[in-house]
Protein backbone atom coordinates (compact mmCIF):
# COMPACT_ATOMS: atom_id res chain seq x y z
CA UNK A 1 0.00 0.00 0.00
CA UNK A 2 1.17 3.84 -0.79
CA UNK A 3 2.18 5.07 2.69
CA UNK A 4 0.03 8.39 2.31
CA UNK A 5 -3.70 7.33 1.09
CA UNK A 6 -3.76 10.80 -1.02
CA UNK A 7 -1.30 11.17 -3.91
CA UNK A 8 1.07 13.90 -3.65
CA UNK A 9 0.22 14.70 -6.91
CA UNK A 10 -1.88 13.83 -10.33
CA UNK A 11 -0.05 13.92 -13.32
CA UNK A 12 -1.79 13.71 -16.73
CA UNK A 13 -0.88 12.96 -20.36
CA UNK A 14 -2.23 14.67 -22.77
CA UNK A 15 -2.75 13.38 -26.41
CA UNK A 16 -5.52 10.16 -26.31
CA UNK A 17 -5.73 10.61 -22.15
CA UNK A 18 -7.29 14.21 -22.24
CA UNK A 19 -7.71 15.18 -25.73
CA UNK A 20 -7.80 13.32 -28.76
CA UNK A 21 -5.69 14.74 -31.52
CA UNK A 22 -3.51 11.59 -32.73
CA UNK A 23 -5.81 11.15 -35.71
CA UNK A 24 -4.48 14.88 -36.75
CA UNK A 25 -0.62 13.66 -36.31
CA UNK A 26 -1.78 10.73 -38.75
CA UNK A 27 -3.11 12.96 -41.24
CA UNK A 28 -0.02 14.86 -40.94
CA UNK A 29 2.40 11.54 -40.93
CA UNK A 30 0.00 10.22 -44.16
CA UNK A 31 0.69 13.25 -46.23
CA UNK A 32 4.50 13.07 -46.16
CA UNK A 33 4.31 9.10 -46.78
CA UNK A 34 2.06 9.39 -50.12
CA UNK A 35 3.20 12.54 -50.95
CA UNK A 36 6.93 10.18 -51.12
CA UNK A 37 5.08 7.85 -53.12
CA UNK A 38 4.41 5.09 -49.90
CA UNK A 39 1.61 3.71 -48.86
CA UNK A 40 0.68 4.61 -45.07
CA UNK A 41 -1.15 1.87 -43.35
CA UNK A 42 -2.93 1.03 -39.82
CA UNK A 43 0.26 -0.15 -38.52
CA UNK A 44 1.68 2.77 -39.18
CA UNK A 45 -1.05 4.68 -37.16
CA UNK A 46 -0.85 1.94 -34.38
CA UNK A 47 3.21 2.52 -34.19
CA UNK A 48 3.01 6.13 -33.51
CA UNK A 49 0.68 5.94 -30.77
CA UNK A 50 2.41 7.69 -27.85
CA UNK A 51 5.72 8.52 -29.44
CA UNK A 52 7.64 11.57 -28.97
CA UNK A 53 7.66 13.87 -32.17
CA UNK A 54 11.30 12.99 -32.92
CA UNK A 55 10.72 9.31 -32.74
CA UNK A 56 7.76 9.81 -35.08
CA UNK A 57 9.98 11.70 -37.43
CA UNK A 58 12.35 8.76 -37.56
CA UNK A 59 8.82 6.07 -38.50
CA UNK A 60 8.19 8.48 -41.36
CA UNK A 61 11.77 8.29 -42.78
CA UNK A 62 11.38 4.65 -42.09
CA UNK A 63 8.08 4.65 -44.24
CA UNK A 64 9.98 6.51 -47.21
CA UNK A 65 10.15 9.72 -46.39
CA UNK A 66 13.33 11.63 -47.70
CA UNK A 67 13.70 14.38 -45.35
CA UNK A 68 15.56 15.85 -42.83
CA UNK A 69 14.11 14.60 -39.06
CA UNK A 70 13.65 18.55 -37.86
CA UNK A 71 11.33 19.62 -41.13
CA UNK A 72 9.91 16.07 -40.79
CA UNK A 73 9.05 17.56 -37.43
CA UNK A 74 8.39 21.42 -38.46
CA UNK A 75 6.00 19.82 -41.24
CA UNK A 76 3.80 18.02 -38.22
CA UNK A 77 3.78 20.63 -35.78
CA UNK A 78 2.26 23.29 -38.28
CA UNK A 79 -0.20 20.95 -39.90
CA UNK A 80 -1.47 19.77 -36.69
CA UNK A 81 -1.33 23.27 -35.34
CA UNK A 82 -3.79 24.49 -38.64
CA UNK A 83 -5.79 21.32 -37.88
CA UNK A 84 -6.36 21.73 -34.20
CA UNK A 85 -8.34 24.98 -34.30
CA UNK A 86 -11.34 23.47 -36.79
CA UNK A 87 -12.53 20.99 -34.15
CA UNK A 88 -12.79 20.58 -30.56
CA UNK A 89 -10.45 17.82 -28.87
CA UNK A 90 -11.68 17.48 -25.84
CA UNK A 91 -12.59 13.95 -24.42
CA UNK A 92 -15.61 13.81 -22.95
CA UNK A 93 -15.63 14.44 -18.76
CA UNK A 94 -11.84 15.25 -19.09
CA UNK A 95 -12.40 18.67 -18.26
CA UNK A 96 -14.34 18.20 -15.34
CA UNK A 97 -11.82 15.69 -14.46
CA UNK A 98 -9.63 18.69 -14.85
CA UNK A 99 -11.20 21.36 -12.72
CA UNK A 100 -12.20 18.48 -10.18
CA UNK A 101 -8.59 17.59 -9.01
CA UNK A 102 -7.56 21.40 -9.52
CA UNK A 103 -10.13 22.43 -6.90
CA UNK A 104 -8.38 19.49 -4.49
CA UNK A 105 -5.73 20.51 -2.50
CA UNK A 106 -3.61 17.97 -4.46
CA UNK A 107 -1.25 18.88 -6.87
CA UNK A 108 -0.74 18.35 -10.89
CA UNK A 109 0.49 18.22 -14.20
CA UNK A 110 0.70 17.67 -17.43
CA UNK A 111 3.21 15.36 -18.87
CA UNK A 112 3.20 15.56 -23.06
CA UNK A 113 5.33 14.37 -25.73
CA UNK A 114 3.80 16.85 -27.92
CA UNK A 115 5.54 20.30 -28.43
CA UNK A 116 4.34 23.38 -26.21
CA UNK A 117 3.40 25.39 -29.18
CA UNK A 118 0.25 22.75 -29.98
CA UNK A 119 -0.52 22.11 -26.27
CA UNK A 120 -0.77 26.03 -25.40
CA UNK A 121 -3.31 26.35 -28.01
CA UNK A 122 -5.61 23.38 -26.75
CA UNK A 123 -5.34 24.81 -23.47
CA UNK A 124 -6.13 28.24 -24.73
CA UNK A 125 -9.60 28.18 -23.07
CA UNK A 126 -11.18 29.84 -19.69
CA UNK A 127 -12.37 26.66 -18.48
CA UNK A 128 -9.24 24.87 -18.88
CA UNK A 129 -7.61 25.31 -15.30
CA UNK A 130 -3.83 26.41 -15.52
CA UNK A 131 -1.39 23.50 -14.72
CA UNK A 132 1.62 24.09 -12.21
CA UNK A 133 3.81 22.58 -14.43
CA UNK A 134 3.97 21.26 -18.32
CA UNK A 135 6.83 19.20 -19.31
CA UNK A 136 6.75 18.53 -23.42
CA UNK A 137 8.35 16.51 -25.73
CA UNK A 138 9.84 19.40 -27.25
CA UNK A 139 12.26 20.05 -23.32
CA UNK A 140 13.21 16.46 -22.54
CA UNK A 141 16.03 14.57 -23.89
CA UNK A 142 14.40 11.10 -23.98
CA UNK A 143 11.08 10.76 -24.90
CA UNK A 144 8.22 7.95 -23.21
CA UNK A 145 8.79 5.15 -23.22
CA UNK A 146 11.82 6.40 -20.99
CA UNK A 147 10.91 8.40 -17.31
CA UNK A 148 12.56 11.50 -17.71
CA UNK A 149 9.34 13.72 -18.51
CA UNK A 150 7.52 12.59 -15.34
CA UNK A 151 10.63 12.68 -13.20
CA UNK A 152 11.33 16.27 -14.48
CA UNK A 153 7.86 16.93 -13.59
CA UNK A 154 7.62 15.54 -9.95
CA UNK A 155 11.00 17.07 -9.57
CA UNK A 156 9.12 20.74 -10.63
CA UNK A 157 6.52 19.60 -8.08
CA UNK A 158 8.42 18.67 -5.16
CA UNK A 159 6.78 15.62 -4.87
CA UNK A 160 8.17 11.90 -4.62
CA UNK A 161 7.51 9.90 -8.00
CA UNK A 162 6.19 7.43 -5.74
CA UNK A 163 3.77 9.02 -4.28
CA UNK A 164 2.15 10.35 -7.19
CA UNK A 165 -0.50 8.81 -10.12
CA UNK A 166 -0.58 9.36 -13.37
CA UNK A 167 -3.18 9.30 -16.45
CA UNK A 168 -1.71 7.93 -19.92
CA UNK A 169 -3.29 5.89 -22.45
CA UNK A 170 -0.61 4.13 -24.17
CA UNK A 171 1.82 1.49 -23.64
CA UNK A 172 4.44 3.97 -23.74
CA UNK A 173 3.30 6.44 -21.30
CA UNK A 174 2.36 4.02 -18.71
CA UNK A 175 5.68 2.25 -19.29
CA UNK A 176 7.04 5.94 -18.51
CA UNK A 177 4.89 6.17 -15.57
CA UNK A 178 5.70 2.86 -14.47
CA UNK A 179 9.60 3.30 -14.51
CA UNK A 180 9.15 6.75 -12.64
CA UNK A 181 7.35 4.80 -9.73
CA UNK A 182 4.25 6.11 -10.22
CA UNK A 183 0.84 4.80 -9.99
CA UNK A 184 -1.28 4.30 -12.79
CA UNK A 185 -4.40 4.84 -14.28
CA UNK A 186 -5.06 3.30 -17.90
CA UNK A 187 -7.33 5.32 -19.82
CA UNK A 188 -8.02 4.49 -23.46
CA UNK A 189 -11.78 3.86 -24.31
CA UNK A 190 -11.23 -0.02 -25.73
CA UNK A 191 -8.53 -1.40 -23.45
CA UNK A 192 -6.67 -3.83 -24.66
CA UNK A 193 -3.60 -3.65 -22.86
CA UNK A 194 -1.39 -5.55 -20.13
CA UNK A 195 -2.95 -5.46 -17.10
CA UNK A 196 0.49 -5.29 -15.32
CA UNK A 197 0.53 -1.80 -17.37
CA UNK A 198 -1.73 0.05 -14.69
CA UNK A 199 -3.86 -0.20 -11.58
CA UNK A 200 -6.86 0.61 -12.89
CA UNK A 201 -8.90 1.09 -16.43
CA UNK A 202 -11.11 3.56 -17.14
CA UNK A 203 -13.10 3.63 -20.27
CA UNK A 204 -14.27 6.71 -19.83
CA UNK A 205 -13.51 9.89 -17.88
CA UNK A 206 -17.00 11.03 -17.76
CA UNK A 207 -18.07 11.55 -13.68
CA UNK A 208 -14.74 10.65 -12.75
CA UNK A 209 -13.05 13.01 -10.23
CA UNK A 210 -10.20 13.48 -7.42
CA UNK A 211 -12.45 11.03 -5.19
CA UNK A 212 -11.88 8.51 -8.49
CA UNK A 213 -8.17 9.35 -8.38
CA UNK A 214 -7.74 8.77 -4.88
CA UNK A 215 -9.44 6.00 -4.62
CA UNK A 216 -7.12 3.95 -7.12
CA UNK A 217 -4.32 5.89 -5.36
CA UNK A 218 -5.25 4.34 -2.31
CA UNK A 219 -5.70 0.57 -3.32
CA UNK A 220 -2.98 0.40 -5.80
CA UNK A 221 -0.66 -1.93 -5.52
CA UNK A 222 3.11 -1.33 -4.45
Given at each position: ??????????????????IETEHLYAIAGAELVTAAGHPWTQAHVDAAVGTALDDFAVQLQEAGVRKQ??????????????????????????????????????????????????????????????????????????????????????????????????????????????????????????????????????????????????????????
Amino acid sequence: MPSTAVPAAVFFDFDGTLIETEHLYAIAGAELVTAAGHPWTQAHVDAAVGTALDDFAVQLQEAGVRKQEAEIIGHVVDRVNTLITTEDVWREGAVELLQSVADSDVSFGLVTMGYRETVDRVLDRAEIPDFPVIITGDVVDFGKPHPEAYLRAAKVLGVEPTESIALEDSVLGLTAAGAAGMRRIAVPPTGGLDEDLFDAWWPTLVGRGINDVVKVFANARC
